[in-house]
């Protein structure tokens, strides 16, 4: 007996070289190699989910939703597993967006992909999110590589909140937390009155602080420390709401994703900017004024020796600069500015300029520092044999003289080396 074996070179007989002496027709037909074994396993994986689709097409017809004909075809006569107009679960079940999918009951190719793209006359009236609109409906044109983003960040959403509540779910969405689940979590915080207003003041504020932003819909496509700050208003609606656990959920991926923890315990007043966010960290009991702005690496937290009330509060109007920390259960009064690089341990009054380690008293606002984002303390650095320090002075920028500057209280310092 003489037989080709599939994976065995020339032709085994008997019981000299034979591997086995029943081969399916199957298995012959098919190249031998990794190339045929891989090609058979695709073959194999796509007739099982085939059969796993109408499998389950069957069933849904065993329960009233319609029958299945020939092939496992229904009566509409798609194919099982296709979307459809009246299947408006199905895109949840599956896990992915539903605008991805080709309408099967379409007339023509066209309406076969038109999900709802919401018109400007449908789209709701604001005047941020019309410009957001605008603006990426220009982007689309400019960058037709980003037109599918647009679409599925901005166009395809009928109001601000319903395009925020993507956005942040697709960035923290992960295999066991899908976006088509967070969103609806996301929605029911962001459709409240105080929540939105309060993200429609942030996004603004973001694009006049910020002179990298030069547009709105930069800040809400791209701007992580947005981001951050936005899911930490949902996160603490479910916290104040008694549901912990998500909120803490909320704030370990916010944690993993954008480089800023916030408890969902902090409060935020309104029209907040969180520049840049990486290394952002605000304790439970923090409280944040309206109208404040915090840059990268600001600390909020506590000394470690307290419990309860244990973390900063801040006024309205406050500039806290990048690399600052704030411990304590202390008072930072509105309209006051903390140095780069500061350490506060003491409350600060009001309109103060606060700069050093430990932070001291080196002068007075005037304005909104939160606003005017000017962080310069109009200083000079004094080195010497064994410290560096920091020295605020008062000096006219166009005196040309070689004269040393003269501190205010009348004492000479030396010129920088």
């Not at 194999?44 to 085939?50: I, K, T, V």
């Not at 600052?324 to 009054?349: H, Y």
């Amino acid at each position: 007996m003489r037989m080709r074996l599939k994976g065995v070179g020339g032709w085994a007989t008997g019981s000299a070289r034979r591997v086995s002496t029943r081969v399916s027709p199957r298995q012959v037909v098919r190249p031998s190699g990794a190339c045929g074994r891989l090609r058979a396993k695709r073959e194999d994986e796509g007739e099982a989910w085939e059969e796993y689709q109408w499998r389950k097409e069957e069933r849904r017809s065993q329960n009233g939703n319609g029958a299945t004909g020939a092939r496992g075809e229904n009566a509409a006569g798609r194919r099982p597993g296709a979307l459809s107009t009246e299947d408006e679960g199905t895109w949840r079940e599956q896990g992915f967006a539903f605008y991805q999918n080709r309408r099967s009951s379409a007339e023509d190719e066209f309406a076969a992909w038109d999900w709802g793209h919401v018109n400007k006359e449908d789209a709701d009236f604001n005047p941020v999110w019309t410009c957001i609109r605008k603006e990426a409906e220009e982007e689309s044109s400019a960058e037709p590589l980003l037109s599918s983003r647009m679409y599925s960040s901005v166009l395809s959403h009928q109001s601000f909140e319903m395009a925020l509540a993507n956005i942040l779910a697709n960035g923290i969405g992960d295999k066991n937390l899908l976006p088509c689940q967070l969103i609806h979590i996301f929605l029911s915080s962001l459709q409240k009155d105080k929540i939105r207003t309060a993200a429609l003041l942030d996004l603004q504020v973001t694009k006049d602080r910020d002179p990298a932003c030069k547009s709105y819909l930069e800040a809400l496509v791209n701007f992580k420390g947005y981001h951050a700050l936005q899911l930490h208003r949902i996160s603490h609606d479910c916290y104040s709401a008694g549901r912990v656990v998500m909120a803490q959920m909320l704030q370990s991926r916010s944690s993993e994703v954008y480089g800023v923890d916030i408890h969902p315990g902090a409060k935020f007043g309104k029209g907040i900017l969180i520049d840049h966010g990486t290394g952002v960290v605000v304790g439970e009991t923090a409280v944040i004024g309206d109208n404040s702005s915090l840059l990268q690496g600001v600390t909020l937290g506590g000394t470690g020796k307290a419990s309860g009330d244990r973390h900063p509060k801040l006024g309205n109007n406050v500039l806290i600069g990048a690399q600052a920390t704030v411990l304590g259960n202390i008072s930072i009064g509105e309209g006051s500015m903390i140095a780069a690089g500061s350490v506060v341990l003491k409350d600060v009054p009001a309109n103060t300029l606060i700069a050093g380690i430990p932070a001291k008293v080196v002068g007075s606002t005037k304005g909104n520092p939160a606003t005017l984002m000017d962080q310069l303390l109009g200083s000079m650095i004094r080195f010497t044999s064994s410290r560096i320090s920091l020295h605020v002075i008062s000096f006219n920028k166009e005196d040309s003289s070689e004269e040393p500057p003269k501190l205010q209280t009348g004492v000479a310092v030396s010129p920088p080396l």
